[in-house]
């Protein structure tokens, strides 16, 4: 804590509970948020009249705001003039002279995430069609042919982290489709070494001992970082050179031109784009296909009928995009599961002017985080709001600020639509297939970062499908009880 705030926002007292609330909100923001929203309304400041940094590049804020509900997600998500987003390693983001060693950290999870204005509408404007839908139906056939051979290595009634299964599936998909490289061999090594670098960057010790001393975590962080930086340059440098077939999303980049200019992406440009659309592409996909894929092996009338549905239309065989339009159950059991499992729970912005949101006066260099999670367990709007149920999307559109997983306004994902297919592709193969059944008694836990994950894992035993639906039910524990009804 620094310096008292002018900010007048409701919110508990800065002192003692100011602190331990800022500790807490590090741990458990999802925990905190609903506390703080349950006791204060709406919008609620994290320590009143003080100014923490929670998550923000910024060094210094006029303190912490939490903000739920549909139309105060709408005003800050499209008042891109007042609210900017910042870089998503956040204090860890390198300052206006960095070091040599800390240099790759200006591309390192960065891209369209932490431009604004002119910036960011140029960048999308190059960016978009390589993710246009004709592009994204395209990846359909090595999506399936790597979730078939990830299907291949599962023997009947073996354990497996579902969650850690995932994790491989759409880090080899996310590097064969954005880099058009062997995702077994190149793609993984740059997928892991770009993941172990964003799991250090929200580790406690990298953040409060910034020292590049021999050994420190801060200084480990670096040398990956700086590895990425120069797998990615070689990347680059071997495209330029004319290696691959260039259907890949960083061929595409690196062909685009700005139809307004004639402007193309700096190769700086392109490190931070591609860095930041594994990141963005990878960690959100796994997370999304592990809750689901949880939340049906615990409700066993749904997935009963989801494998109804899939078997009817598809007779075992992967669908193919023309088909997975006819398949309505797959549709709401995946947007179900995005609402109450949402794997963004949260979006960020900073306030570079004075606005009002909810009666409440938001002064400049105030953090703002959005809470998608609470927003999409409103009563008002999700009756039972805690409670997994797809039909609730029969014949509703609840619209986009109040089902917001993949944010909205001009920030609106600009990998959705790909997301949503490999989601839709991956579970439609694997169910036609197998019954997946969670380990008795296993604990499952949230951990909340720039994205909501399960710790330590998923263990599931994989079983031919042979609608047991009913086996492993029931007698999970962990803290994600608290977020949906389970039995």
Same mark, same amino acid.
């Given at each position: 804590? *620094?310096?008292?705030?002018a900010?007048?926002?409701?919110?508990?007292p800065a002192?003692l509970?100011g602190?331990?609330?800022?500790i807490?909100a590090?741990?458990?923001p999802?925990?905190?948020m609903g506390?703080?929203?349950?006791?204060?309304?709406?919008v609620v +400041?994290l320590?009143?009249g003080?100014?923490?940094?929670?998550?923000s590049s910024y060094?210094r804020?006029?303190?912490?705001?939490f903000v739920?509900?549909?139309?105060?997600?709408?005003?800050?998500?499209?008042?891109?003039v @007042?609210?900017?987003?910042?870089h998503?390693?956040?204090?860890?983001?390198?300052?206006?002279?960095?070091?040599?060693?800390?240099?790759?950290?200006r591309?390192?999870?960065s891209?369209?995430f932490?431009m604004n204005?002119? !910036?960011?509408?140029?960048a999308?404007?190059?960016?978009l069609?390589?993710?246009?839908?004709?592009r994204?139906?395209?990846?359909?056939?090595?999506m399936?042919?790597?979730?078939?051979q990830?299907?291949?290595?599962?023997?009947p009634?073996?354990?497996v982290?579902?969650?850690?299964?995932? *994790?491989?599936?759409?880090?080899?998909?996310?590097t064969?489709?954005?880099?058009?490289v062997?995702?077994? +061999?190149?793609?993984?090594?740059?997928?892991?070494?770009?993941?172990?670098?964003? !799991?250090m960057?929200f580790?406690?010790?990298?953040i409060?001992?910034?020292?590049?001393?021999?050994? *420190?975590p801060?200084?480990?962080?670096?040398?990956?970082?700086?590895? @990425?930086? !120069?797998?990615m340059?070689r990347?680059?440098?071997?495209?330029?050179?004319?290696?691959?077939d260039?259907n890949?999303v960083?061929?595409?980049?690196?062909?685009?031109?700005?139809?307004?200019?004639?402007?193309?992406?700096?190769?700086?440009?392109?490190? +931070?784009h591609?860095?930041?659309?594994?990141? %963005?592409?990878?960690?959100?996909?796994?997370?999304?296909?592990a809750?689901?894929?949880?939340?049906?092996?615990?409700?066993?009338?749904?997935?009963?009928?989801?494998v109804?549905?899939?078997?009817g %239309?598809?007779g075992?065989?992967?669908?193919?995009?023309?088909?997975?339009?006819?398949?309505?159950?797959?549709d709401?059991?995946v947007k179900?599961?995005m609402?109450?499992?949402?794997p963004?729970?949260?979006?960020s912005?900073?306030?570079?002017?004075?606005?009002?949101l909810g009666?409440q006066r938001?002064?400049? %260099?105030?953090?703002i985080?959005? +809470?998608?999670?609470?927003t999409?367990h409103?009563a008002?709007?999700?009756?039972?709001?805690?409670?997994?149920?797809? %039909?609730?999307?029969?014949?509703?559109?609840?619209?986009?600020f109040?089902?917001?997983p993949?944010?909205?306004g001009?920030?609106?994902?600009?990998?959705a639509?790909?997301?949503?297919l490999?989601m839709?592709l991956?579970?439609?193969?694997?169910l036609?297939?197998?019954r997946?059944?969670l380990?008795?008694?296993?604990?499952?836990?949230r951990?909340?970062?720039p994205?909501?994950s399960?710790?330590?894992?998923?263990?599931?035993?994989?079983?031919?499908?042979?609608?047991?639906?009913?086996?492993?039910?029931?007698?999970?524990?962990?803290n994600?009880?608290?977020?949906?009804?389970?039995?």
């Amino acid at each position: 804590m *620094t310096a008292a705030s002018a900010l007048t926002i409701p919110g508990p007292p800065a002192r003692l509970w100011g602190y331990l609330n800022l500790i807490r909100a590090v741990r458990d923001p999802i925990g905190v948020m609903g506390a703080l929203f349950s006791a204060y309304g709406p919008v609620v +400041s994290l320590a009143h009249g003080a100014r923490p940094r929670l998550f923000s590049s910024y060094p210094r804020t006029e303190g912490v705001v939490f903000v739920r509900g549909p139309e105060l997600l709408r005003r800050v998500a499209t008042e891109g003039v @007042i609210y900017h987003r910042y870089h998503l390693v956040g204090p860890l983001a390198p300052g206006a002279h960095p070091s040599r060693r800390q240099a790759p950290l200006r591309y390192f999870a960065s891209g369209l995430f932490d431009m604004n204005g002119a !910036d960011h509408r140029r960048a999308r404007r190059l960016m978009l069609p390589a993710f246009h839908r004709r592009r994204v139906d395209g990846y359909r056939d090595q999506m399936v042919a790597l979730t078939e051979q990830l299907a291949a290595g599962w023997a009947p009634g073996q354990r497996v982290d579902l969650h850690h299964a995932m *994790t491989e599936l759409t880090m080899q998909i996310v590097t064969g489709a954005l880099f058009g490289v062997d995702p077994h +061999s190149t793609g993984r090594r740059i997928g892991h070494t770009i993941q172990r670098a964003m !799991d250090m960057s929200f580790n406690t010790a990298t953040i409060l001992f910034q020292r590049d001393w021999p050994g *420190t975590p801060y200084s480990q962080f670096l040398d990956t970082v700086g590895q @990425i930086e !120069d797998e990615m340059r070689r990347l680059i440098y071997e495209k330029r050179l004319g290696t691959g077939d260039g259907n890949d999303v960083l061929a595409m980049l690196m062909a685009a031109r700005d139809e307004e200019d004639g402007s193309v992406l700096s190769e700086e440009d392109l490190l +931070s784009h591609a860095e930041l659309l594994f990141i %963005a592409g990878h960690e959100t996909s796994s997370n999304a296909l592990a809750f689901t894929l949880l939340l049906l092996s615990q409700h066993p009338a749904v997935c009963a009928d989801l494998v109804d549905e899939l078997e009817g %239309a598809l007779g075992g065989a992967p669908p193919s995009v023309e088909q997975l339009r006819d398949l309505p159950l797959l549709d709401r059991v995946v947007k179900e599961s995005m609402r109450v499992l949402p794997p963004v729970p949260w979006n960020s912005r900073i306030a570079v002017a004075e606005d009002e949101l909810g009666g409440q006066r938001i002064l400049p %260099a105030t953090e703002i985080l959005l +809470s998608i999670y609470h927003t999409h367990h409103l009563a008002e709007i999700y009756p039972n709001p805690e409670r997994f149920d797809p %039909a609730r999307w029969e014949g509703q559109d609840y619209g986009i600020f109040a089902y917001n997983p993949f944010s909205g306004g001009p920030r609106m994902c600009i990998g959705a639509s790909f997301a949503t297919l490999e989601m839709k592709l991956v579970l439609a193969t694997l169910l036609q297939r197998f019954r997946f059944e969670l380990v008795d008694g296993a604990t499952v836990n949230r951990f909340v970062g720039p994205t909501m994950s399960l710790r330590p894992g998923l263990p599931m035993r994989v079983f031919p499908q042979d609608r047991q639906f009913q086996r492993g039910v029931g007698g999970l524990r962990g803290n994600l009880r608290e977020m949906v009804e389970l039995p």
